[in-house]
């Protein structure tokens, strides 16, 4: 089991940037396909970006490609997004996620899950 806690989150003006942590613990971490959601008010919960465990590959949503950059530091059990351009439909709950199985970021089937934090973007 591997526990996530996500920080990094705020309120932005639009245009701004912010970036997201995801710190892990509990077992290796450079094995795990790593991921970033979000969920906005009254909305289901969307993928944002993904990351593999080498940091090699990398899937981007369409809304965020060009803005946001998922990258991880693996001596430092940590993932990150860095999310630049910001805009107000941006705004929501993120959420890091993590998986051990291959193939992962491409199902979606992520293991485990962090609380969230949130990111506000105001116009």
């Known amino acids: 089991q591997v526990h996530l806690v996500e920080s990094g989150g705020g309120l932005v003006q639009a245009g701004g940037s912010l970036r997201l942590s995801c710190v892990a613990s509990g077992r290796t971490f450079s094995r795990d396909e790593m991921g970033w959601f979000r969920q906005a008010p009254g909305k289901e919960r969307e993928f944002v970006a993904a990351i593999s465990g080498s940091g090699a590959v990398k899937y981007y949503a369409d809304s965020v490609k060009g803005r946001f950059a998922i990258s991880r530091d693996n001596a430092k059990n940590t993932v990150y997004l860095q999310m630049n351009s910001l805009k107000p439909e941006d705004t929501a709950v993120y959420y890091c996620?993590?998986?051990?199985?291959?193939?992962?970021?491409?199902?979606?089937?992520?293991?485990?899950w962090g609380q969230g934090t949130q990111v506000t973007v105001s116009s």
């Open positions: 996620a993590g998986g051990d199985t291959t193939g992962t970021m491409t199902t979606g089937k992520y293991e485990n």
